[in-house]
């Protein structure tokens, strides 16, 4: 396992960008997937991003498509997650979180595909 902490979230307005970050412990951080979650009140855990290992691929939910951007820096133990255009919806508390092996049946977006998360840091988008 792998301990984690994010940081970076805070209250912004409708349209701003925010830049997240999830800092790893350990010496096997390139060892695993990452991905970003959120939850909102009353919302389930939903995803939001994940990149492989070595950062080549990523992916993203609908929701977030073409305004978020994930990366990776595994000399750094950190994996980032860029928030542009922010909007309302956004509001949520973000968790990251790493996960050991991702396959077909084990995927990227499925949560229980991850071993260790983050405490989770909050994100708040005014209208």
């Known amino acids: 396992q792998v301990q984690l902490v994010e940081s970076g979230g805070e209250l912004v307005q409708a349209g701003d960008f925010l830049r997240l970050s999830c800092a790893a412990s350990?010496?096997?951080?390139?060892?695993?997937?990452m991905g970003w979650f959120r939850q909102a009140p009353g919302k389930e855990r939903e995803f939001v991003s994940g990149?492989?290992?070595?950062?080549?691929?990523?992916d993203y939910a609908d929701s977030v498509k073409g305004r978020f951007t994930i990366s990776r820096d595994n000399a750094k133990n950190t994996v980032y997650l860029q928030m542009a255009s922010l909007k309302p919806e956004d509001t949520a508390v973000y968790y990251c979180?790493?996960?050991?092996?991702?396959?077909?049946?084990?995927?990227?977006?499925?949560?229980?595909?991850?071993?260790?998360w983050g405490q989770g840091t909050q994100v708040t988008v005014s209208s």
């Open positions: 990149v492989s290992r070595s950062g080549g691929n990523t």
């Open positions: 979180a790493a996960a050991p092996l991702v396959s077909r049946s084990s995927t990227i977006r499925d949560p229980g595909t991850y071993d260790s």
């Open positions: 350990g010496r096997t951080f390139s060892s695993y997937a």
